[in-house]
């Protein structure tokens, strides 16, 4: 549904995109990571068409954003960066301006989407009166008229309570379940991609590092969290075990490594042991381990 190829782009000479690549499948939520800087609002900006690329190309649903612009967009709902209203006009008046500028405004379908998102008691506040939930649940309102078949969200969730988190998770996935939608989510919140997302992708320094399904990060090798004084002496246990430290503290071993065998070493080398907790790997592990640079 959503195909980015070989994408290249430069600002004053730095790349910020070096020939990033993915492919996001019809119905299925796809994540975008990546450290401030990394390239991620350049890539959904250009596959907006709001930046122009330098390089490659980007097509929804087979039809090109950068030749074919508008017949392309027709296809995408989008919430980038900061959305922007004007506070003194109210929720109603906004929408019917800011939908109208790429097409008819369907009051009627206005009014079901208003009620999906929880803004039919606010809808004629001036939006200067809404709280930044109300804001964000106003912009994907404005986001899914008229309906879309992709949706772009570009750190929605940015600035949420708790419970506003939960509310947009629930309704994207909700959204999924009942339109078929797909969605490209742009987040710092690990694990509400971790929730909500099919497959991740992470861009590093303008790199396309790493592209897997959630459900398949398990590493099949042993993880253990491994507490214990003196800490030289855990160590050497940990090296002959062949342990190898990975970002977060989770140290992995051969998968025939048994436990116990571990700890009865810890012991007998004389250490106090305190802790030894089977980890899974995570996307947090995931993301430590491809958005460090490469030291050398």
Known sequence: MLRVSNLRKCFAGKEALKGVSFEVEKGEI?????????????TVG???????ADGGEVEVGGVSVLKEHTAALRK????????????YMSGWQNLKILVGLSGPFDEKAAREIVGKVGL????????????HGMRQRLALAQALLPEP????????????????IKWFRDFILSLREERGLTVLFNSHLLS?????????SIIRGGEHVFQGRVNDLRDD????????????????????FRGEPMPG?????????????????LVDSGAEVSEVTPVRRSLEDVYLEYSKAPSG
């Open 30 to 42: 796809y994540g975008l990571l990546g450290h401030n800087g990394a390239g991620k609002s350049t």
């Open 46 to 52: 250009i596959i907006l068409g709001m930046v122009s």
């Open 76 to 87: 995408v709902g989008a919430i980038f960066e900061a959305p922007a209203f004007y506070d």
């Open 120 to 131: 039919s008691d606010r809808i004629n506040s001036k939006v200067g009166s809404y709280s």
């Open 149 to 164: 078949e992709v949706l772009l969200l570009d750190e929605p969730t940015d600035g949420l309570d708790p419970e506003g």
């Open 192 to 200: 509400e991609v971790e929730l909500m997302c099919d497959r991740v």
């Open 221 to 240: 090798r042993l993880g253990l969290r491994i507490q214990a004084e003196p800490v030289h002496v855990r160590d050497e246990v940990i090296k002959r």
């Open 249 to 265: 503290g989770r140290i992995v071993f051969p998968l025939e490594t048994k436990v116990s065998e571990i700890v009865a070493a």
